[in-house]
């Protein structure tokens, strides 16, 4: 007998040990599952931020294309602009002077130059002509110049004029800063010597506002970019272009922002030029990238990887609820074990104490025939309460209720159990109103007042008082039985009516229990329709209540009406 308790502790003990083991292996592979879905979200975010990247490069790309192209346009523009302006006015100055290039014309001929037989396109307005002289520190004006601003712009020419060839076209338009930095245009006809080296510059002034159509008709010549990727009217909308010379801007078609796509390129060269800058707006996208820029998998990775740590958070609360589930059914074992060997020992030593005495003996026997039988009527009730708590766990409750006089059922059920609890030094009392009828499971509610009667005992001192009411309340009947044991803290008391549930002063030492009397309770007291919580007892412990509707008619009248009624239940 030794060796087997010994051995069942050693389990028991062991027991908790080993589910713990189980559940930090199971812990693991979930952080572990946890990690890798993290893993697995970062190199989809960086595989994503590639495609993004690669998206925009691609879309800089078609911004450079229409860049260039715009710059390409201008130029054509540009050069018959300067033809219409200036060009095919100093040749006309030339055919009336003999056409002698060598002539030096001065700006108010070029001015008085009729070119009334031209057929090219009208030309721009021009402020003022000059001309320029290779070698000349300064350009000779049609009207009044500031002189720093005439030998700055001859040091340019000159600067151009230095290298190994002129960087412009023989008739062509330069963007211009004056000495302010304000924009100008500048239009040019070149004239060279016979070594390709420039002898002569005739030119003339032109203000921004009046050069703008220039920009425009480059825009209506070609499109930017290929019709089939963007139609013609789509991309007026679409690409956004800004022609500035320093902070200055000198031709603008939509708006530029952060969000565009822009690249860059120079119209002209030298000191003469401008910075054009194209940009797509982010909407193109979708035509010119097959399924469109990419958008961010961030917002919807973090999600994922939100929903995985909550699931995290709930499996390891579950694994938690589990193992301390674990813990208490290895209590519970332990605890019916142990109560299950108590009356078993007392039946068993109390037989063979029967059968070696005297029969003679009658008291002695008849005390020990008494024993028996209370310890059998113990084991009985703790079998029954067994049985009921396999029903929980099947979830298949079933009571037959029937009309039933609750205070005879009430003081039988005293009387039964009256000598359990003198044997305890426990006093019972009871005070039940007589003529309370009620539809009960009369085997159901014997039960529930023996459990209720067994914790009572169990936890009261010796020569305490246990005591047992039913009074009438309005339309239901109040059960309650007191006692003057140490009480259950408010915090605890709708726990203590859960599966294995005892509370700490018993696991460390209290009275003994299997942790499902009030679990049955409770159960049947719902597959009955009643209620039933604790309160504090006027005795200075715990007041159980079981509230049950009143039967109106007594049982005359509900036998009358039907036969008994099977109600089944579930665990609520």
Not at 523 to 534: C, D
């Amino acid at each position: 007998m030794a060796t087997s308790r010994q051995r069942s502790t050693l389990l028991r003990d062991r027991w908790p040990t080993l589910a713990s083991a189980e559940m930090a292996v199971i812990a693991f592979v979930l952080i572990a599952i946890v990690a890798v879905a993290g893993g697995l979200g970062y190199q989809a975010h960086v595989a994503n931020r590639a495609n993004v990247e690669t998206a925009r490069r691609a879309l800089t790309q078609y911004s450079s294309v229409a860049a260039w192209q715009f710059v390409r346009a201008a130029r054509r523009e540009m050069q018959s602009a300067a033809d219409a302006t200036i060009g095919t006015r100093v040749q006309h100055a030339m055919r009336a002077t003999s056409g002698d290039m060598r002539r030096l014309m001065s700006p108010a001929e070029l001015r008085n130059a009729t070119m009334s037989d031209c057929n090219c396109q009208r030309p721009l307005e021009v402020e003022q002509f000059f001309r320029w002289d290779a070698g000349a520190p300064e350009i000779v004006a049609e009207r009044e110049w500031p002189e720093d601003d005439r030998r700055r712009l001859a040091a340019r020419f000159a600067a151009d004029a230095a290298g190994p060839q002129w960087p412009h076209a023989s008739c062509d338009l330069l963007i211009d800063t004056d000495a302010k930095g304000t924009p100008r245009v500048l239009a040019v006809f070149t004239v060279h010597d016979g070594a390709r080296a420039v002898r002569t510059l005739y030119g003339a002034v032109i203000r921004v506002q009046n050069a703008t159509s220039v920009f425009t008709r480059a825009l209506e010549r070609d499109a930017l970019l290929p019709t089939v990727l963007l139609p013609r009217t789509a991309q007026d909308s679409a690409i956004a272009i800004d022609v500035a010379v320093g902070l200055q801007g000198v031709f603008t078609r939509g708006a530029l922002n952060t969000a565009d796509f822009v690249a860059t390129d120079s119209l002209g060269g030298g000191p003469f030029g401008a910075l054009v800058r194209v940009g797509l707006a982010p909407a193109t996208a979708n035509r010119l990238l097959i399924g469109g820029l990419p958008r961010s998998r961030l917002p919807l990775i973090g999600l994922f990887l939100a929903l995985t740590l909550a699931l995290l958070a709930v499996a390891l609360r579950q694994m938690r609820r589990t193992s301390e589930l674990t813990r208490l059914r290895s209590d519970f074992v332990s605890s019916v074990s142990h109560e299950l060997r108590t009356p078993l020992s007392l039946i068993r030593v109390y037989t063979e104490t029967l059968i070696d005495e005297d029969p003679t003996e009658r008291a002695q026997r008849t005390h020990f025939l008494g024993v028996i039988l209370k310890e059998s009527s113990r084991l009985n009730r703790l079998v029954e309460n067994l049985l009921r708590f396999a029903d929980l766990e099947r979830r298949a409750v079933s009571v037959t209720v029937v009309p039933t006089d609750l205070g005879e059922l009430l003081a039988a059920a005293v009387a039964d159990f009256r000598p359990l609890a003198e044997s305890n030094a426990i006093h019972v009392e009871d005070d039940l109103e007589t003529g309370i009828v009620a539809s009960v499971d009369p085997a159901a509610l014997r039960q529930m007042i023996f459990n209720l009667l067994t914790n009572a005992v169990k936890f009261s001192p010796g020569g305490a008082r246990v005591a047992v009411a039913l009074h009438r309340s309005a339309d239901q009947a109040r059960i309650t039985i007191d006692d003057e044991g140490p009480g259950i803290p408010t915090a605890h008391r709708r726990r203590v009516f859960e599966r294995y549930v005892r509370l700490a002063s018993v696991e460390k030492g209290g009275a003994a229990g299997s942790g499902i009397g009030l679990a049955i309770v409770r159960e049947l007291a719902h597959a009955q329709r009643m209620s039933v919580w604790i309160d504090d007892s006027p005795l200075g412990g715990v007041r159980v209540v079981l509230s049950v509707p009143i039967l109106e008619g007594g049982i005359a009248a509900e036998s009358a009406s039907g036969a008994a009624t099977a109600v089944a239940g579930s665990p609520g």
